[in-house]
């Protein structure tokens, strides 16, 4: 028996046909917008440290990259919910709930590099060179080549 891929369907016919999917995006496209009801009411530097989770039942949960961004925005809760409440598409809020939730991208490892002027490459060598252990000789050279040359 032998496997027979399924041709690829447009994305139109795809959303047309699938209920579920249908759903899915509307909702993300109602989220998308309330997102961008709230980033009105956020101060800017928050904006980017603030994503709207969900909203039912009156409740707004918030999800903020760290403790700092929480505590601020929690100070302001008294505000935000009002100033919420004013639009018609937040009129039943009755509370806001936030969440510490880290970004999910790993941060770059810092890489460390080597500034040493010609001189001290010149004296990280000659050390090299009067050392009897090989294993510390062959990390002193290379060491020394990482100096600036002329």
């Not at 998308?32 to 709230?38: E, G, I, R």
């Not at 505590?71 to 809020?93: D, G, P």
């Amino acid at each position: 028996m032998s496997y027979r891929p399924i041709k690829a369907q447009n994305s139109n016919n795809v959303l047309q046909k699938s209920l579920p999917l249908q759903r899915l995006v509307a909702r993300a496209q109602s989220v998308d917008y309330l997102q961008q009801l709230l980033n009105q009411y956020l101060q800017p530097a928050a904006r980017e440290h603030c994503l709207l989770a969900s909203y039912q039942d009156g409740l707004i949960t918030l999800i903020v990259t760290n403790g700092h961004w929480a505590t601020r925005l929690r100070y302001q809760q008294k505000r935000l919910l009002q100033q919420l409440q004013s639009l018609t598409e937040f009129s039943q809020v009755t509370r806001i709930q936030f969440k510490v939730r880290p970004p999910m991208q790993s941060e770059k490892p810092i890489t460390r590099t080597i500034k040493l002027s010609e001189q001290a490459g010149q004296i990280i060598q000659s050390s090299a060179e009067a050392t009897r252990d090989p294993v510390l000789r062959e990390a002193l050279q290379r060491l020394a080549q990482q100096a600036k040359k002329p």
